[in-house]
């Protein structure tokens, strides 16, 4: 297998300019159809919603489309093989343990900030709020958020990341070198609130990481555990919004 992490490079620089070409279109969208420029911050905002439903689709295809492309070209063309994407029934408990790990780590860590600096502690997930909203748009939340997003995220970040990682630094820095990748990834609208989200979200990646490891390198498990972080939010937002 031929790829690396120069292929992870030209993955971040194609995630990034499709986000930016997708920016500039909707803003030239706006001005030519004489809307405003800007956009209400506040939780369940429909244009925050908007983007997020667009947007997200966007990304998975650079974050799904680039490792299949990968394979292709430089590994065994099978995504199975190359990045794991193969599954046992076991994976599915190790997934859900996982995901109850990663969520009793976090609110540990949001209870630890609240005592410390008071208040809550920052979240991304924000712009989405279960007050006001429809059946339909929660269930299409649901699916983006805690399915679609899941699946292209690990495939990316345990899958080629990952692997990259470990082929040039071993284990444990490739563990480390993707969790830290993957919180960056997690842009807020602040450096706290990016640093505390960033913090989080790179903790959860050590998780996902792990059960990729402790499963064979495949990353089902780790696809599960990651549902159950987003599925979980999302309900908490419905329940809570």
Not at 36 to 55: K, M, T, Y
Request: zero cysteines; hydrophobic letters at 60%; charged letters at 10%.
């Amino acid at each position: 297998m031929r790829w690396g992490l120069g292929d992870v490079a030209v993955g971040i620089g194609l995630f990034f300019a499709v986000q930016l070409f997708f920016g500039a279109g909707l803003v030239a969208f706006i001005v030519a159809v004489g809307g405003e420029l800007a956009v209400d911050d506040s939780a369940g905002d429909p244009s925050n919603l908007l983007l997020l439903l667009v947007s997200a689709p966007l990304s998975w295809a650079v974050l799904i489309g680039w490792p299949w492309w990968v394979s292709r070209r430089k590994g065994t063309g099978r995504m199975s093989a190359d990045f794991g994407l193969a599954m046992r029934w076991t994976d599915l408990l190790l997934g859900v343990a996982g995901g109850v790990l990663a969520l009793v780590v976090s609110a540990s860590l949001a209870v630890a900030y609240s005592a410390v600096f008071g208040g809550d502690a920052p979240t991304n997930t924000d712009i989405i709020s279960g007050e006001s909203q429809s059946l339909v748009t929660i269930v299409v939340l649901f699916v983006v958020i805690a399915v679609g997003t899941p699946i292209a995220e690990e495939i990316f970040f345990r899958g080629l990341v990952l692997g990259a990682a470990r082929k040039r630094w071993g284990t444990a820095v490739g563990i480390a070198f993707s969790s830290l990748l993957f919180g960056a990834f997690h842009v807020q609208a602040d450096l706290v609130s990016w640093a505390f989200v960033g913090a989080v979200t790179a903790l959860y990646g050590v998780v996902f990481a792990l059960l990729r490891v402790w499963s064979n390198g495949r990353i089902a498990a780790s696809i599960v555990a990651h549902m159950v972080v987003n599925g979980m939010a999302i309900v908490v937002v419905v329940l809570t919004g």
